[in-house]
């Protein structure tokens, strides 16, 4: 079950480089954060694959070894959601406002987060706010990516760029 689990999660970090290359109609820098981000998903899923196919109970400095770099892979993700967050908020973040303030929080609950991690702290509710964040960050492009964000309207020669917010 945990291999079945693992290979969903590579399926969904194909939908979400999938999904990193659509926005760039909106930003190649936050299209390129985004792929980065689809990478770094990668990092928690090799590392429990790993310890999965060659866990073995006659070996458990091994496997102990395998399991002391699963926080680590947390980490690498959580530093490529920050990155994601700080390209759609320097990239994006100006028009509409909200996006900006939604990266920003992104933004500060990964640095807290990691942060705490760094110093051996208990990371307490930003463990799940960090997620649950970014996974509203990722909603709110989506919804913008539906209505059309960044519309444009061409009137005679040129080009205006409808305010969102």
Same mark, same amino acid.
């Given at each position: 079950?945990?291999?079945?689990?693992?290979?969903?999660?590579?399926?969904?970090?194909?939908?979400?480089?999938?999904?990193?290359?659509?926005?760039?109609?909106?930003?190649?820098?936050?299209?390129?954060?985004?792929?980065?981000? $689809?990478?770094? %998903?990668?990092?928690?899923?090799?590392?429990?694959? =790993?310890? @999965? *196919?060659?866990? #073995?109970? +006659?070996? !458990?400095?091994?496997?102990?070894?395998?399991?002391?770099?699963?926080?680590?892979?947390?980490?690498?993700?959580?530093?490529?959601?920050?990155?994601?967050?700080?390209?759609?908020?320097?990239?994006?973040?100006?028009?509409?406002?909200?996006?900006?303030?939604?990266? $920003?929080?992104? %933004?500060?609950?990964?640095?807290?987060?990691?942060? =705490?991690? @760094? *110093?051996?702290? #208990?990371? +307490?509710? !930003?463990?799940?706010?960090?997620?649950?964040?970014?996974?509203?960050?990722?909603?709110?492009?989506?919804?913008?990516?539906?209505?059309?964000?960044?519309?444009?309207?061409?009137?005679?020669?040129?080009?205006?760029?409808?305010?969102?917010?």
């Amino acid at each position: 079950m945990v291999l079945v689990l693992q290979a969903a999660g590579v399926v969904a970090a194909a939908l979400l480089a999938a999904f990193a290359w659509r926005l760039r109609v909106l930003s190649h820098g936050v299209c390129l954060a985004g792929l980065v981000l $689809a990478v770094t %998903t990668l990092a928690p899923t090799s590392v429990t694959m =790993l310890l @999965a *196919l060659t866990a #073995d109970p +006659g070996r !458990l400095p091994r496997a102990d070894s395998y399991n002391q770099l699963e926080p680590r892979g947390d980490d690498l993700l959580f530093v490529g959601v920050t990155v994601f967050a700080v390209a759609v908020l320097i990239m994006l973040g100006r028009r509409p406002r909200w996006l900006g303030g939604l990266a $920003a929080l992104v %933004t500060v609950c990964c640095l807290l987060r990691l942060s =705490l991690e @760094a *110093l051996g702290r #208990d990371r +307490g509710v !930003l463990d799940a706010l960090a997620p649950l964040s970014f996974l509203a960050l990722v909603a709110a492009l989506s919804l913008l990516c539906f209505k059309g964000f960044p519309a444009e309207r061409t009137t005679g020669e040129e080009r205006t760029r409808v305010n969102w917010g």
